[in-house]
């Protein structure tokens, strides 16, 4: 069979790209049903963009590259979309948009627009072998135990990143890059908890509070969460993606007041007072509690000198942990680094080297901060790419 465009991948950015489309577009995915990761995103209610979306939200090799398709394809686009489809939405925190209802809105309204586009989609359908003969690309299928030859002029590299394997997540479009001469820069996972040897934290799993978390000279303000396996939450997922290897992470528990001043005239008025049941005012006791093993919180506040204060706030506020790893791909959000986009035009996401051979999505060396930015590079990118064809 001949199509115009195959897009490999079925998610967000695969399904956006074959909104765009113009000519037969035929969409091939291994899976069961399109959007699976949209449908579990932001628990289950998608936080599909973010109104403060910027280039200055994501990593890459090549810090400049999303901007193009970033600024043609904006948040306030995406939005019309879902609102011409009368899909609810509201801001969570931080400029986050998501679904009042459910996730599966976002997948039916994509799925609405490929229909709309003429767009055909093939689920349960494994790729064996890619194969580009000068002029076109023949893409061996196989469903069902069938196999089948399908040829088209434009191949589209959508599959995503190798987050979260369990729900089918592979490295095609990588393999894929490599094989037609693009290069990778190195993958790893990001938005993803972090993990302490001898479950540091198991005492404390649940307690949550607003930190400011820095790693590699980047700083994220948000809620820390402790678990059984060591700390996740907003702040620790963000940092998460900046962290390498072997580097500390510096935890400010007070990241908007200061600890010092309050306990020094809180000295002077109530000298007599417990130094753990004063922090235990500030802080959750149970981290208190915790924090008790390895800091001296012994007597009153009175007994404190002015130096112990302020070593002990210095403490609090510059807490430096080192984490053993990361939870992996496992559970983690995105994939960091992929397809190097030196080998691709920004503008048309298309292979420099191969024409009609383009790569859209998380499969590019292109990751969001979490809070909605992910999404947003996948409907720039998938329309960027969909727009030149
Ligand atoms: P995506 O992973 O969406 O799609 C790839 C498609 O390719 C899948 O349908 C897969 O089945 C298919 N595929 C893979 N290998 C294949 C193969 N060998 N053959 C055929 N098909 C193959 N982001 C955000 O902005 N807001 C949010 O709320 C969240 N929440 C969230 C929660 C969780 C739990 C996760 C894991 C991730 C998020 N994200 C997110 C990140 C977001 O889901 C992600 O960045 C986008 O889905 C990436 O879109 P892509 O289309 O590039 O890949």
């Given at each position: 069979m001949k199509w115009d465009t195959i897009i490999l991948g079925a998610g967000a950015a695969g399904m956006m790209c074959a909104t765009q489309t113009g000519g037969r577009t035929l969409v091939l995915d291994h899976?069961?049903?399109?959007g699976e990761k949209i449908r579990i995103s932001g628990g289950g209610?998608?936080?599909?963009?973010?109104?403060?979306?910027?280039?200055?939200n994501f990593l890459s090799?090549?810090?400049?590259?999303?901007k193009s398709a970033l600024s043609r394809y904006t948040q306030w686009d995406f939005v019309d979309l879902v609102a011409a489809h009368g899909i609810p939405y509201h801001e969570k925190t931080l400029g986050q948009l998501f679904c009042d209802n459910s996730a599966k809105d976002i997948i039916a309204m994509l799925r609405a627009e490929m229909t709309k586009a003429g767009a055909q989609l093939r689920l349960e359908t494994s790729v064996v072998s890619v194969r580009h003969d000068g002029t076109a690309f023949t893409v061996e299928t196989e469903k069902a135990g069938q196999r089948q030859t399908q040829n088209c002029t434009n191949l589209v590299l959508?599959?995503?990143?190798?987050?979260?394997?369990?729900?089918?997540?592979?490295g095609l479009a990588y393999d894929l890059a490599l094989q037609f001469g693009l290069s990778l820069t190195e993958t790893r996972a990001g938005l993803v908890p972090f993990t302490f040897s001898e479950q540091r934290f198991k005492d404390i799993s649940g307690v949550a509070l607003p930190v400011r978390a820095a790693a590699n000279g980047v700083s994220f303000e948000e809620a820390m969460l402790f678990t059984h396996r060591g700390l996740s939450g907003p702040a620790m997922l963000q940092i998460s993606s900046y962290w390498q290897e072997g580097q500390e992470i510096i935890v400010n528990l007070f990241p908007d007041s200061d600890p010092l001043s309050v306990l020094r005239s809180r000295r002077q008025e109530q000298g007599r007072r417990n130094l753990t049941t004063e922090l235990a005012t500030l802080l959750p006791a149970r981290l208190v509690d915790h924090l008790s093993g390895s800091l001296?919180?012994?007597?009153?506040?009175?007994?404190?000198s002015d130096s112990a204060l302020n070593s002990l706030c210095e403490a609090l506020q510059s807490w430096r942990l080192r984490p053993s790893g990361t939870e992996g791909y496992r559970t983690a959000e995105v994939t960091l680094g992929?397809?190097?986009?030196?080998?691709?035009?920004?503008?048309?996401?298309?292979?420099k080297s191969l024409p009609g051979l383009f790569a859209i999505g998380e499969a590019v060396d292109v990751t969001g901060w979490l809070g909605g930015f992910n999404f947003q590079w996948a409907w720039s990118s998938g329309w960027a790419a969909g727009q030149s064809i």
């Open positions: 899976a069961k049903a399109p209610r998608c936080n599909f963009t973010n109104m403060y979306a910027g280039p200055e090799g090549n810090p400049h590259f999303c959508a599959t995503g990143g190798k987050s979260i394997p369990k729900m089918g997540a592979t001296d919180l012994r007597g009153n506040l009175a007994d404190q992929g397809i190097n986009t030196d080998g691709l035009s920004s503008k048309t996401m298309e292979s």
